[in-house]
Nanobody, 116 residues
Framework: QVQLVESGGGLVQPGGSLRLSCRASGFTFSSCSMSWYRQAPGKEREFVAVISSGGESTMYADSVKCRFTISRDNAKNTVYLQMNSLKPEDTAVYYC?????????WGQGTQVTVSS
């Protein structure tokens, strides 16, 4: 079965950095685009970034452009989200996401809190 397991969240001060990881299994990882989403308290889940199956193409939400970088290692079935210059408004639960056989799958999420 498809499994997505996020890790790397935590508490960080404004201006700090974190790197999130999402380890995938149960599907052909190297054939799928992978995405990161986030959900802040009281808000809807929103798109953060996406990377193509081979890693050649990426796209970001305007709110994170030039601060976040999505990457992947197909040998490790893992997608990453490097987050720099973090702001309090980046506080959210971060989820990775994949569409496989016409269905969307989500991990359990990892909490990122940006606060002094």
């Amino acid at each position: 079965q498809v499994q997505l397991v996020e890790s790397g969240g935590g508490l960080v001060q404004p201006g700090g950095s974190l790197r999130l990881s999402c380890r995938a299994s149960g599907f052909t990882f190297s054939s799928c685009s992978m995405s990161w989403y986030r959900q802040a308290p009281g808000k809807e889940r929103e798109f953060v970034a996406v990377i193509s199956s081979g890693g050649e193409s990426t796209m970001y939400a305007d709110s994170v452009k030039c601060r976040f970088t999505i990457s992947r290692d197909n040998a490790k079935n893992t997608v990453y989200l490097q987050m720099n210059s973090l702001k309090p408004e980046d506080t959210a639960v971060y989820y990775c996401n994949v569409k496989w056989v016409a269905r969307y799958y989500w991990g359990q999420g990892t909490q990122v809190t940006v606060s002094s």
